[in-house]
């Protein structure tokens, strides 16, 4: 069988992290494996803070592979493997179980989870997600879906259906790595969301006149339309304080917390703690 033959190959001449990681029949294998054994796979959580307050708002669900020869990859890596081989929609299943078991814990705060637009294409998204939601008795409007722009191209119809849909329950959304993809503001105003979050890159260049100048005016007109702005990758006190002063309402970065394991995220959430230092 070609593809185990490919693996014993691998074993066999020890070859490099870089070739394992290009294999991506193998590497398809191994997460079909963890899905199976409900090992290796577990979702962190990354603290959002309210940029005015300091106080914690809410946490972004993220899925995290811990392979047991290859360590931590990353989802930039497997995700996409994920959609190309259907196996998205059993990782977002366990991400969206652990976030509704860990809203049923904490009464307090919203947590956001992403999805592709492949997900959100497909039928019975919408009920799955409700379903989940009243399964662990949680109000649908703690639940917000981050979706990244190419999930808003304007052949997706499936798509606005499910949002519209979730969106009447109650379901929040925000447009994920905004200023990176094919949104535009007159779309988003079509394709109805509560929040824009602003793309690390954009974040990382502000020390540059221009890009700061972009950042802001990007702040000015989502506020315009009405939506919520969440900065993410916020990396130093530069960036935080300038974000305040353009009128960003959430920061999300390694500067104030970094992705948690849950019981982590859940003490944090628990003692209500403020970011140090976050301008009142
Ligand atoms: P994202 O949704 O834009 O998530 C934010 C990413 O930025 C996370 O990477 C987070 O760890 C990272 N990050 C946060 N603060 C900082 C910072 O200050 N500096 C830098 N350099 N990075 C920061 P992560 O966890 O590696 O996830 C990468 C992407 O994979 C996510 O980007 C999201 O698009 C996707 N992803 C992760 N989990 C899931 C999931 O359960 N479902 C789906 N569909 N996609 C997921
Ligand atoms: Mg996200
Ligand atoms: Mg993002
Ligand atoms: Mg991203």
Known sequence: HAKAAGRN???????????????????????????????????????????????????????????????????????????????????????????????????????AVNASALELASPGYALRVLGILAKWQVQPNRLEIELTESAMTPEKSEVETTISTLRSAGVRFAIDDFGT????????????????????????????????AVVSAMISMAKAKGLLVTAEGVETDEQRSALQDFGCDHLQGFLLSKPLPRSTAITLATADQRVTGIRA
Do not use: N
């Not at 179980?97 to 705060?109: M, S």
């Not at 105003?189 to 020390?207: A, T």
């Open 9 to 111: 190959t691998h074993a066999i001449f020890g070859s490099h992290m870089d070739e394992l990681l290009s294999d991506r029949r193998a590497l398809e294998a191994d997460l079909r494996l963890a899905l199976k054994t409900h090992s290796q796979l577990e979702t962190f959580y990354q603290p959002v803070f309210a940029a005015d307050t300091g106080a914690l708002s809410s946490l972004e669900a993220l899925a995290r592979w811990k392979h047991p020869t290859l360590g931590d990859v990353s989802p930039d890596q497997f995700i996409p493997l994920a959609e190309e081989t259907g196996l998205i929609h059993e990782i977002s299943a366990l991400v969206l179980e652990d976030a509704c078991r860990t809203l049923a814990e904490l009464p307090d705060i919203h947590i």
């Open 181 to 212: 993809g094919y949104s535009t503001f007159s779309r988003i105003q079509r394709i109805e969301v509560d929040r824009i979050k602003i793309d690390k890159s954009f974040i990382g260049e502000m020390h540059q006149g221009a890009s700061k």
